[in-house]
């Protein structure tokens, strides 16, 4: 299919993802999110510090992507981006992975992995079908 | 018969535990009251007046002369001078004719009944008697006015020896060790669903909630049972604040904000529709308790400071005129770049400079492009 071929870029956030970072990192990005459905993982282990501008610029990253049918997908959130995401809600917005390859070869399936889950729970005989 | 009390309050550095801004715990507010002043009441409501509480000073630059209530003779100590100070201090009690001094330890917060505390001690006729509880040691304890030497050596070992026989009362109340944040949550917890003694501070308008005087709730704010909001604090139109969540005095709570589960420290600002759970916030820190971590905020849209009134300004500004002097004067040479620029940028700047500055189509050198499919 013509979307298996496309590509997924993986790119890791900087420690601290203020005003300037983010512009940094969102001119890093660009050329790859105006493209033709563009597939981002943006990997936020090494976050640190993730204030309100660096939330803006994940929303902005997505929006770029979604406009062009495309995504942005999290992956490997440190303690920090994590707890930043839960007070902004951000973080039913985003996928979310464990790791930057978990996020990328979601691309691939056709259901995101959370959803792939519960069916394969559905599946097992040793849990009972909801009445 | 003369008791008086004697609190003692050092900041106890484990490494086991959720670090937080400011070491002692005690002085914090836990629906409106602190446990040192929670504690110093319970004193005093058993007939053992005055108490004296000894502080030790903090780090640098934090000011704790707000967190003491002003109700209690509170006596800062340096770390070094902590125990002569405690020391000092029961001599004083010793010598303006107590019988008896009741040494209280924070720590760990206990609803101790202190007068069969009392009556444990003299009908032993010890001189020094220690609470327990479940075998293990509090750092309560009851000492005979006279007995100055057995005081001596207990505060000279950090209460932890003593030169007598030390008899025992065995406590079977609440306890709480209140060793880090989630220590200071659960006490809050305790307190609104009437687990202890120590009732709030404010009046309970329906059931399980409590408001202290001068709180502000806006209208289209919904407080849900049990919750306590702090004298002075605001909480604005569509904010919610639920499950044992305590918003201290002169906090803020902006439009459209959940808090579950939280204790919001005084003077904090939340930002506007954020999802506040299960942490303690305040002074520019949130202690994420389901994570286990501590996470320094520094965007004030976030996590903010509410600004004191204008006496408070003054005299705070009166207290640091010296050091700003100095940094006026030499901080010149070695002053650090800020850690981290706040928020305040508008979007359209941001996306502006990116989305309009380059258009190249060459990704930079840190960009890895990995392949859905094939051999790559």
């Given at each position: 299919m013509e979307t298996n071929s496309r590509p997924v870029v993986v790119k890791r956030a900087p420690d601290r993802l203020n005003?300037?970072?983010?512009?940094?990192?969102?001119?890093d990005v660009q050329a790859f999110l105006t493209s033709d459905r563009p597939q981002l993982v943006i990997d936020l282990s090494q976050v640190e510090q993730l204030d309100a501008a660096g939330i803006e610029m994940l929303l902005h990253c997505m929006a770029q992507a979604q406009k062009r049918d495309g995504d942005v997908k999290?992956?490997?959130?440190?303690?920090?981006?994590?707890?930043?995401?839960?007070?902004?809600?951000?973080?039913?917005?985003?996928?979310?992975?464990?790791?930057?390859?978990?996020?990328?070869?979601?691309?691939?399936g056709f259901l995101p992995n959370a959803m792939r889950q519960q069916l394969l729970h559905h599946k097992r005989p040793d849990f009972p079908a909801a009445a | 018969m003369d008791m008086r009390g004697l609190i003692l309050v050092s900041a106890d550095d484990r490494e086991d535990r959720l670090?937080?801004?400011?070491?002692?715990l005690p002085l914090f507010d836990v629906a409106g009251y602190s446990p040192l002043l929670r504690m110093a009441k319970r004193l005093e409501s058993s007939g053992v007046s005055p108490v004296v509480a000894v502080v030790e000073e903090g780090q640098p630059g934090f000011s704790r002369a707000q967190m003491l209530p002003p109700s209690i003779d509170c006596r800062p100590a340096t770390p070094n001078g902590f125990w002569r100070a405690a020391e000092n201090a029961f001599n004083d009690l010793a010598a303006s004719g107590a019988d008896l001094v009741l040494v209280v330890r924070m720590g760990a917060y206990a609803e101790i009944d202190f007068e069969k505390f009392v009556h444990s001690h003299l009908g032993r006729n010890c001189r020094v008697s220690r609470v327990i509880h479940?075998?293990?040691?509090?750092?309560?304890?009851?000492?005979?006015?006279?007995?100055?030497?057995?005081?001596?050596?207990?505060?000279?070992?950090?209460?932890a020896r003593c030169r007598s026989e030390c008899e025992y009362f065995v406590h079977q109340g609440y306890i709480n060790p209140?060793?880090?944040?989630?220590?200071?949550?659960?006490?809050?917890?305790?307190?609104?669903?009437?687990?202890?003694?120590?009732?709030?501070?404010?009046?309970?308008i329906r059931p399980g909630v409590w408001f202290a005087p001068g709180a502000c709730i806006e209208k289209g704010?919904?407080?849900?049972?049990?919750?306590?909001?702090?004298?002075?604090?605001?909480?604005?139109?569509?904010?919610?604040i639920t499950r044992c969540s305590t918003i201290e005095h002169h906090a803020?709570?902006?439009?459209?904000?959940?808090?579950?589960?939280?204790?919001?420290?005084?003077?904090?600002?939340?930002?506007?529709?954020?999802?506040?759970?299960?942490?303690?916030?305040?002074?520019?820190?949130?202690?994420?308790?389901?994570?286990?971590?501590?996470?320094?905020?520094?965007?004030?849209?976030?996590?903010?400071?509410?600004?004191?009134?204008?006496?408070?300004?003054?005299?705070?500004?009166?207290?640091?005129?010296?050091?700003?002097?100095?940094?006026?004067?030499?901080?010149?040479?070695?002053?650090?770049e800020p850690a981290a620029s706040p928020a305040l940028t508008p979007s359209s700047e941001l996306l502006h400079e990116a989305c309009g500055g380059e258009t190249s189509a060459e990704l930079a050198p840190n960009l890895v492009i990995a392949r859905r499919y094939g051999d790559q």
């Open positions: 005003a300037r970072a983010a512009r940094d990192f969102l001119r999290l992956a490997a959130l440190s303690d920090h981006a994590a707890v930043m995401l839960e007070l902004t809600r951000m973080e039913r917005l985003f996928e979310i992975y464990e790791t930057s390859t978990d996020a990328a070869r979601s691309f691939s | 670090p937080f801004v400011a070491p002692p479940e075998a293990e040691t509090l750092d309560i304890l009851c000492i005979s006015g006279s007995r100055r030497n057995d005081a001596a050596s207990l505060f000279r070992s950090g209460l209140l060793n880090d944040a989630r220590d200071l949550r659960q006490l809050a917890i305790d307190i609104l669903t009437l687990k202890t003694e120590t009732p709030t501070a404010g009046r309970e704010a919904r407080i849900l049972a049990p919750a306590f909001i702090g004298a002075s604090a605001v909480v604005r139109n569509a904010a919610v803020h709570v902006d439009c459209g904000t959940v808090v579950e589960n939280c204790t919001v420290l005084p003077h904090t600002s939340i930002g506007a529709c954020l999802d506040l759970t299960h942490s303690v916030a305040g002074a520019g820190q949130i202690v994420h308790l389901r994570r286990g971590v501590v996470v320094d905020v520094h965007d004030q849209k976030l996590l903010g400071r509410v600004s004191l009134g204008v006496g408070a300004r003054l005299a705070d500004a009166a207290v640091n005129l010296p050091q700003r002097i100095w940094r006026g004067l030499f901080g010149g040479l070695d002053r650090e």
